[in-house]
């Protein structure tokens, strides 16, 4: 059984989404505040956090930045009221891996969901005898060990969220390949979205500065009007 914590302070809110997940069989824990909800993911292992972005001490950005500092693999999916632009791509810098804005439908919150717990899965699954050459990329001065999910950089490791990570690998999948905005939101997200959001570029973006910072040699390039490329410079 997949454990969630849903950290929310609108017991409305609460009430709705604990009663929908524990019918499809999650087991799921509540925080009604900001440090009550560090605590609970500090002492627990859960599969997934469900994090609002306002909340009544700490704001839900802080959180997930203290969840960050000791825990960089667990899925976060982010709820908002605030749907512009600037406030989402705050949510996804400070460490969060999808969000929703309220007011959403429960379809798609357990799409979300599915699509993060599948993600991680991944990520986090690879048996000890698949340990070989087949786990390891590389591509310039990028090496990446996926069954370690160690990522260097001209010999540095850099830090990735399981996104960024995982956007990272469908890009080294497809080397010189350009991929469209719509085959990178299908393959690193797995659910529809509207073909007018921004995520993508949010994520290649964060995705440039921790590869690209102080390289001369940039790896992911944009090919305007088609979407993105991973080539040597």
């Not at 605590?39 to 969840?67: A, H, R, S, T, Y």
Request: hydrophobic fraction near 40%; charged fraction near 25%; include cysteine.
């Amino acid at each position: 059984m997949k454990k969630i914590i849903l950290i929310e302070d609108e017991s409305s809110v609460v009430s709705f989404i604990k009663k929908g997940l524990q019918e499809l069989g999650y087991e799921i824990s509540v925080a009604f505040d900001g440090n009550t909800g560090i605590k609970l993911v500090g002492d627990n292992d859960f599969d997934l956090i469900i994090l609002d972005i306002m909340l009544p001490d700490i704001n839900g950005l802080e959180v997930c930045k203290e969840i960050r500092k000791k825990n960089k693999t667990v899925p976060i999916l982010f709820l908002t009221a605030l749907d512009s632009s600037e406030n989402i791509v705050l949510g996804l810098e400070s460490g969060g891996d999808d969000y929703l804005v309220k007011p959403f439908k429960f379809i798609e919150l357990v799409a979300r969901i599915k699509s993060l717990l599948r993600r991680s899965s991944h990520n986090n699954g690879t048996d000890s005898s698949e340990a070989d050459n087949e786990n390891i990329y590389h591509f310039s001065d990028l090496t990446v060990n996926d069954y370690t999910k160690k990522v260097t950089r001209a010999g540095t490791e850099v830090s990735l969220t399981s996104t960024e990570y995982k956007l990272l690998l469908y890009f080294l999948n497809n080397p010189e390949k350009v991929i469209s905005r719509a085959e990178i939101l299908e393959a690193v997200w797995g659910v529809n979205y509207e073909l007018g959001t921004n995520v993508v570029d949010v994520y290649v973006n964060y995705l440039r500065k921790k590869l690209d910072y102080q390289e001369d040699d940039k790896l992911i390039h944009t090919v305007i009007g088609m979407g993105y490329v991973l080539k040597k410079s």
